[in-house]
């Protein structure tokens, strides 16, 4: 008994915080490994307000409509005739910027319409491929106009916005998508 | 100078790490506030499509998620195998968006509300006709910026 007694007398009662810098290294390298910085990425898409009517775009002069339709077998017409996904953006950038000035394409660019039809069948992949296309004919003459004008870097999203806006009042993007048809199965 | 040699002498050279543990648990609080817990259960399969135009999407308070895709093995039971909208942590259907975008629309600031965006994270083989319902009571709602959620695509 009274030997115990001392040596508990001689121990130091203070706790050693040695190893709580190491624990709490263990907390941080847990934390740091389980920490995913989920980055977001996708298409932005500015949808028209709704109304009960669809507009009319067979009122429009039809050089300058390109109309794209998907089926519901995920096949592509573009302007009545069977197209690939893969020549989408060429066809589409000829058609706005109409380079050798052809009757049967755009008039100028702020003339122009691509109108989207799709099936409620189409695949929702197949469907952003061809707007991813189609965007991107857009985000393409965007960044040679911005290269026209003397921006080296071309068109990006860091541009001062009377930049953009100029460049793209030049070349509007006008993407009329109409309801789709329901002759596929769901 | 033979005062300051003293004094030297005298000094214990040992740097204190008794600060180390606060440096480190400071460190600790910033990763632990940060780091954004994964909020929703995914109970769909959700494979995106592949894209090359694609945009980052800003500030995350101000994007809402909707979910489009098969109900995962466990679900498939009770809720089928058809593509079926998750928003938040539950099945719902399209007359449940409204309330959905409104329900995160009072968190959000007044002035930062015009820039709210919804991210649709769609299975790629989802059919457009569930999609475009969603489109369709996006619109009906006054949500019009909308991003189609992808993978970067390596060309």
Not at chain 2, 49 to 59: D, N, Q, R, Y
């Amino acid at each position: 008994m009274f030997n115990k007694r001392s040596t508990r007398d001689k121990m130091s009662n203070e706790v050693n915080a040695g190893s709580m810098a190491d624990i709490a290294f263990l907390l941080l390298i847990f934390f740091l490994v389980t920490t995913t910085i989920v980055e977001d990425k996708g298409i932005r898409v500015k949808l028209p307000p709704w109304s009960e009517d669809e507009p009319d775009i067979t009122k429009l002069n039809k050089r300058n409509v390109f109309s794209v339709l998907v089926n519901a077998q995920n096949q592509l017409l573009v302007r009545n005739e069977p197209a690939a996904i893969s020549d989408l953006r060429e066809r589409a950038k000829e058609f706005i910027s109409n380079p050798s000035r052809r009757e049967d394409l755009a008039e100028k660019p702020t003339k122009a319409i691509i109108s989207l039809k799709n099936d409620r069948g189409t695949n929702y992949k197949t469907y952003v491929e061809v707007y991813n296309e189609l965007k991107g004919a857009y985000n393409d003459l965007w960044d040679e106009e911005a290269k026209r004008m003397g921006i080296d870097g071309g068109y990006n999203d860091d541009l001062p916005i009377e930049t953009r806006r100029a460049i793209k009042g030049k070349i509007p993007m006008v993407l009329s998508e109409a309801e789709p048809t329901a002759f596929g199965k769901e | 100078m033979s005062k300051f040699q003293k004094k030297r002498g005298k000094s214990n050279p040992e740097v204190s790490t008794a600060s180390l543990p606060d440096i480190i648990f400071m460190l600790l609080f910033f990763f632990m506030m940060v780091t954004v817990m994964r909020d929703a259960e995914m109970k769909l399969m959700i494979n995106t499509p592949s894209a090359s135009e694609l945009v980052k999407l800003s500030e995350k308070n101000l994007v809402n998620y909707l979910y489009i895709g098969k109900p995962v093995k466990k679900f498939q039971e009770t809720y089928g195998t058809s593509p079926r909208l998750q928003l938040g942590d539950k099945f719902s259907t399209i007359a449940d968006i409204p309330l959905f975008l409104e329900k995160h629309k009072i968190k959000v600031p007044e002035a930062k509300r015009g820039r709210i965006t919804s991210s649709l994270k769609v299975d790629g083989e989802v059919t457009m006709g569930i999609v475009q319902d969603v489109k369709t009571q996006l619109r009906k709602s006054g949500q019009l910026i909308v991003n189609y959620s992808a993978k970067p695509r390596n060309e």
